[in-house]
């Protein structure tokens, strides 16, 4: 049997730009320790760069024609990086690790192509589609059942109704969710549209 499966793609992110976390724990780990600071060297006069026990680097405002305050611009902007590295890196390695971690699921998901009445795994309600688990669990119209796929890999919410009176086809209406709350509302408000079908006063085919 098949059915018209209604069901919100997955989140769809943006990916992530290439990041050598490798390379930039490396440079944070060789260079300078402590929480960086702007100053004046005491001996130029110059814009430099400091910890509270090292100087870093200086000359950061040596008259190179650069426009009033962009010298102590850039010199925060340095400092202010270098300060939140640490914390922005160990964000870049957990997406990386998670990332990772979605895709080794995605490939198990990927691979698991049966379906059971969440209920009951058992090999006898074992089906090729969610559609199937349902007829098996004898579902009512407008009624919804948890479907795991592959036994406990991923579990969705799904019912059905019969088709409606201005459907071009004679397929059930079905809804596929992640929740069971979606899944009723999507189911409510089909219901919702055909009560305001006024053709022949049926808003369903019996």
């Not at 850039?74 to 390695?93: F, R």
Request: charged share 30%; hydrophobic share 35%; with cysteine.
């Amino acid at each position: 049997m098949s059915g018209e499966v209604l069901r919100d793609s997955a989140c769809q992110c943006p990916p992530m730009p290439d990041i050598d976390t490798k390379e930039l724990r490396r440079l944070m780990e060789e260079a300078t320790a402590g929480k960086w600071q702007p100053a004046i060297s005491s001996v130029r006069r110059s814009l430099c760069i400091v910890t509270d026990d090292a100087w870093i680097c200086g000359e950061l405002s040596n008259g190179n024609g650069e426009r009033p305050g962009e010298g102590q611009a850039n010199c925060d902007l340095i400092v202010a990086m270098h300060n939140a590295l640490p914390a922005l890196l160990s964000e870049a390695e957990e997406a990386a690790r998670l990332r990772e971690e979605n895709e080794r699921l995605s490939k198990i998901i990927r691979g698991c192509q049966w379906y059971w009445p969440a209920d009951d795994t058992s090999g006898e309600s074992c089906h090729d589609g969610p559609w199937d688990a349902v007829d098996y669990a004898g579902v009512g119209d407008g009624d919804v059942i948890a479907v795991a796929r592959g036994g406990i890999v991923e579990v969705t919410y799904c019912g059905r109704l019969p088709p409606a009176h201005d459907s071009d086809r004679d397929d059930d209406f079905w809804v596929e969710e992640a929740t069971e709350a979606e899944a009723l509302r999507k189911i409510a408000a089909e219901l919702d549209r055909r009560e305001g079908i006024t053709t022949g006063g049926d808003d369903a085919r019996d």
